[in-house]
C-alpha cells in the first residue's frame, strides 16, 4: 500500500485530503508544518508527499529544499497553495516539486495527479 505524507498547517485540509486519498486506499499520515514533516521523513518511508506552500516555522518551499538536500531516498512532492501565478508554479518546482496545484483540490485532480507520480496511471 502506497504511504503519503500530508503536510498542512489546516486541519480541515488535511482531512480533506485524506479522506480522498484513504478512500482510494492510500496510506496516510500528516505534519503540521515542514520541521515536523523532515522529522516523519527520517522516521519512516513515504511514497508520495503533498505539502502546502504557506506554514508557521518551516514552510514547503523550505521544506522540499532541506529534504531534497539530504542523502535520503527521495520520493516525489505534490505542493499545493491557493497562488496560482507562473512565479509560485516556478518556485515550487526550483524548490523540488514534482507539481504545483492550486486549492481548492478537485478529488479526482489530487487522485490522477497522485497515481501519475506513484506510476499507476493506466
Known amino acids: 500500500m502506497k504511504r503519503v505524507l500530508i503536510i498542512d498547517d489546516a486541519a480541515t485540509v488535511r482531512l480533506y485530503h485524506r479522506l480522498i486519498l484513504e478512500g482510494a486506499g492510500y496510506q496516510t ?28 516555522k518551516l514552510d514547503g518551499h523550505g521544506f522540499l529544499r532541506q529534504l531534497r538536500r539530504l542523502d535520503v531516498p527521495q520520493m516525489p512532492a505534490i505542493m499545493i497553495s491557493t497562488e496560482a501565478s507562473e512565479d509560485d508554479r516556478r518556485l515550487a518546482l526550483e524548490s523540488g516539486a514534482n507539481l504545483y496545484l492550486v486549492k481548492p483540490l478537485k478529488p479526482d485532480q489530487l487522485l490522477a495527479s497522485a497515481a501519475i507520480l506513484l506510476g499507476e496511471a493506466e
Not at 522529522?39 to 506554514?55: A, R, T, Y
Request: charged share 25%; no cysteine.
Open 29 to 56: 499520515d500528516e505534519a503540521i508544518n515542514g520541521i515536523e514533516a523532515l522529522e516523519k521523513v527520517l522516521q519512516s518511508s513515504f511514497d508520495l508527499l503533498l505539502v502546502d506552500v504557506n506554514m508557521a
